[in-house]
């Protein structure tokens, strides 16, 4: 009797896996094809914006109050979808690393353990019901974000922190968080959060976007010795990271 119970369990443990893994594979499919899509309508922006400015440069009475005024929105234009892009940059590596650790979650084999005399079978259903909400909170606040719905998202994220505060996705939420207040421009609290992913999962694969984005920010506010520190901090500890990259342009910048 026993044998036959433990082996339902494994065959509905293994059952609900495979669908599950199945539709992770889409969602992070759709996802990634969203971000890209959304990632090209904004560089076509920047580059048509990049165009009219040059335009615009090349006319005559440069000085004039009229053009200086159409200079300065479209400078501001440019700024905007840079940050818009960057948000989009960092939901496409997302996505990506979502999709590279897919393989080895479909070939883990779940754990199923015997039902032991001090573990009911509402323990067990309350805990995967736990995990489940969680991770449907933090699935409907990513779709926020990706919809540039920054508010929402941002509660959402932090909602699923208060729940899982050191899960898997725990370090991905907080700098989504403090993405949120980047694209909206409130750079001091985009900081906030972006230093908080270094002090709280220091070990997250989150960081190096982490440490960029902090030091984007800190641009932003103005702090140019605390950017570039941040910014060399990031290019020693992952000298081989897309990251790196972007922050030795970025220090080039600032000198």
């Known amino acids: 009797m026993k044998a036959r119970l433990l082996a339902a369990t494994l065959i509905a443990g293994y059952t609900a896996f495979g669908c599950a893994t199945a539709t992770s594979v889409r969602e992070v499919k759709q996802d990634t094809a969203t971000v890209r899509t959304q990632l090209e309508a904004i560089r076509d922006d920047q580059r048509r914006i990049a165009q009219a400015l040059v335009k615009l440069q090349s006319l005559v009475q440069q000085s004039s109050e009229e053009m200086v005024q159409m200079r300065a929105e479209l400078k501001l234009e440019l700024d905007r979808?840079?940050?818009?892009?960057?948000?989009?940059?960092a939901r496409l590596q997302d996505t990506d690393q979502r999709i590279s650790r897919l393989p080895s979650k479909i070939?883990?084999?779940p754990s199923v353990s015997l039902p032991d005399s001090t573990?009911?079978?509402?323990?067990?259903?309350?805990?995967?019901?736990?995990?489940?909400?969680?991770?449907?909170?933090?699935?409907?606040?990513?779709?926020?974000l990706v919809k540039g719905q920054y508010s929402l998202a941002e509660s959402g994220f932090q909602q699923y922190l208060q729940m899982v505060p050191n899960g898997e996705l725990s370090d991905n939420a907080?700098?989504?968080?403090?993405?949120?207040?980047?694209?909206?421009?409130?750079?001091?609290?985009?900081?906030?959060a972006f230093k908080d992913v270094e002090?709280?999962?220091?070990?997250?694969?989150?960081?190096?976007?982490?440490?960029?984005?902090?030091?984007?920010?800190?641009?932003?506010?103005?702090?140019?010795?605390s950017a570039s520190a941040t910014l060399q901090d990031l290019v020693r500890k992952y000298p081989f990271s897309n990251?790196?990259?972007?922050?030795q342009d970025k220090i080039r910048e600032l000198r």
């Not at 979808?81 to 940059?89: K, T």
């Not at 002090?199 to 010795?225: F, H, M, T, V, W």
């Not at 990251?243 to 922050?247: G, P, S, V």
């Open 81 to 89: 979808l840079g940050r818009e892009a960057d948000v989009i940059n």
């Open 107 to 109: 070939q883990a084999v």
């Open 119 to 144: 573990r009911t079978d509402n323990t067990v259903q309350g805990a995967q019901t736990s995990a489940a909400d969680a991770k449907s909170l933090y699935d409907a606040a990513y779709q926020d």
């Open 174 to 192: 907080l700098y989504w968080i403090g993405e949120c207040h980047y694209a909206q421009q409130q750079f001091d609290q985009a900081a906030l």
């Open 199 to 225: 002090r709280r999962y220091p070990e997250g694969d989150k960081l190096p976007a982490a440490l960029l984005k902090l030091g984007y920010s800190q641009i932003a506010l103005g702090q140019q010795n």
């Open 243 to 247: 990251e790196a990259k972007l922050a």
